[in-house]
Each structure stands twice: as C-alpha cells, then as structure tokens.
C-alpha cells in the first residue's frame, strides 16, 4: 500500500507544477501518504538506529560535526571509507536501500537524519553526511513531530529526471528524534501514468525490517 499511495504524492506535486491534475486532490494525495511514510519510518529498525546515533553524538560540537563531514567527503574520494562503510553497513541503511531497490526506480534516495542532522542511515552514499544546515531538517526537526517539508521539483542534470524531495519529522512517544527525506522520481513517475503502469508494488514497510 506504500508504494500505491506515495505515488499518489506525486500526482499532487504534477498537478502544482503541471496543471491537469485536480487541485482539490492535493491534500488526499498528500495526508494519505505521509501517513505511509511515516508508517515504515516508525519502525524498530529506525529507532533503535536513532537512538544509538543520538546517544553517540549527544555532545557533539559544530567543529565535530564539521570535522565527520570533512571526513565524510575526504572518505567519498578514498578506498578506505570508515565512516561511510559504517554508514551503510548498518541494519537500517540496509531496510532503506530494500525499500528504494523495490520502488523500481521511482524512489532516488532516502535517507535518515538523526538530532544532529546527521545521517544515521540511508539508501545511497549521499555528498555530505550533515544535513542540518539544510532546509529539509530545518523545516521538520526544528519544527516539531507533524513537521512535513516539500521541496521544489528539480532537474538532476546527470540523470536528466526530474525529482523532488518529500521530508518529515520522526517522532516517538511525542518527542522528535529525527527526520527522513524520500526522494521522488518524478520523470518515472510520469512514465509509468502515461504507460498505464502507475500500479505499484504494495511494500508496508515492515516486512522483512529486521532482515
């Protein structure tokens, strides 16, 4: 059910930027999939994973965080890529790479942020590894746990797609401890409505998240 409905975020950021799609189905479109997203975004897998990175970096400075984004982009140059590797080879970037591997394209990258903004899991080596000068945990960390941040549709010029990032506040028992950014596809999208193949695979989020 995931996927069906995520698709339907999409048709609300067309109808935005490309009129066609009714305007009053924006907020259907878009309450029924941030509930989705939020429903495989509050499993254990991510807050036990939260937890740890909270816990880790607890009293971490800005230079600190400078200094593990320094590294983190030194590392995306290097073969050896201690940090990035810990990164990646963790459980919940492993049920995040599962979740963008069975949207089949339609989901470009997703990735988890923790109190710091940094990432504490995600589905591709990102460019940076703190997100917290940046308006998607900005605008839903800092703003309390039912923060939900859309981003303008942009060209990915290496790509040539178009896609736009959708980004919300993780909350547990009230209390924000961190953020997810799913980035959409959009050039996908539109191939698989205009090719009758807009039906996607149903994913909860919470099978197989312990795998």
């Given at each position: 059910?995931?996927f069906?409905?995520l698709?339907g975020l999409?048709?609300?950021f067309?109808s935005?930027?490309?009129?066609?799609?009714?305007?009053?189905?924006n907020?259907?479109f878009?309450?029924s999939?941030?509930q989705?997203?939020r429903?495989?975004?509050s499993?254990?897998?991510?807050?036990?994973a939260?937890?740890?990175?909270n816990?880790?970096y607890?009293?971490?400075?800005?230079?600190g965080?400078?200094a593990?984004?320094k590294q983190?982009?030194t590392?995306r140059?290097k073969s050896?890529?201690?940090?990035i590797?810990?990164?990646l080879?963790s459980?919940?970037?492993s049920?995040?790479?599962?979740i963008?591997s069975?949207?089949h394209g339609?989901?470009?990258?997703?990735?988890?942020m923790?109190a710091?903004?940094?990432n504490?899991g995600?589905s591709?080596?990102?460019?940076?590894?703190w997100q917290?000068?940046e308006?998607?945990?900005?605008?839903?960390?800092?703003?309390?746990?039912d923060?939900v941040?859309?981003d303008?549709?942009?060209?990915?010029?290496?790509?040539g797609t178009?896609?736009?990032?959708?980004?919300l506040?993780i909350?547990q028992n009230g209390?924000v401890?961190?953020?997810?950014?799913?980035?959409i596809?959009?050039t996908e999208?539109?191939?698989r409505?205009?090719?009758g193949?807009?039906?996607?695979?149903?994913?909860?989020?919470r099978?197989?998240e312990?795998?």
């Amino acid at each position: 059910m995931g996927f069906r409905r995520l698709a339907g975020l999409v048709v609300t950021f067309i109808s935005v930027f490309f009129p066609g799609v009714a305007s009053s189905e924006n907020e259907i479109f878009r309450d029924s999939v941030v509930q989705e997203i939020r429903s495989w975004a509050s499993t254990p897998v991510v807050f036990l994973a939260l937890g740890a990175s909270n816990e880790r970096y607890a009293d971490l400075n800005q230079a600190g965080i400078d200094a593990l984004d320094k590294q983190w982009l030194t590392e995306r140059e290097k073969s050896d890529q201690p940090l990035i590797t810990a990164v990646l080879s963790s459980p919940l970037s492993s049920y995040l790479t599962m979740i963008q591997s069975r949207s089949h394209g339609l989901y470009a990258e997703i990735i988890v942020m923790d109190a710091k903004g940094l990432n504490a899991g995600q589905s591709a080596v990102t460019s940076d590894f703190w997100q917290g000068d940046e308006d998607k945990w900005q605008k839903t960390y800092l703003v309390g746990p039912d923060a939900v941040f859309i981003d303008e549709i942009q060209l990915n010029e290496r790509l040539g797609t178009e896609n736009v990032q959708v980004t919300l506040s993780i909350a547990q028992n009230g209390q924000v401890v961190g953020a997810i950014t799913v980035e959409i596809n959009v050039t996908e999208f539109r191939r698989r409505r205009d090719t009758g193949k807009a039906e996607l695979h149903q994913f909860s989020g919470r099978e197989n998240e312990n795998r």
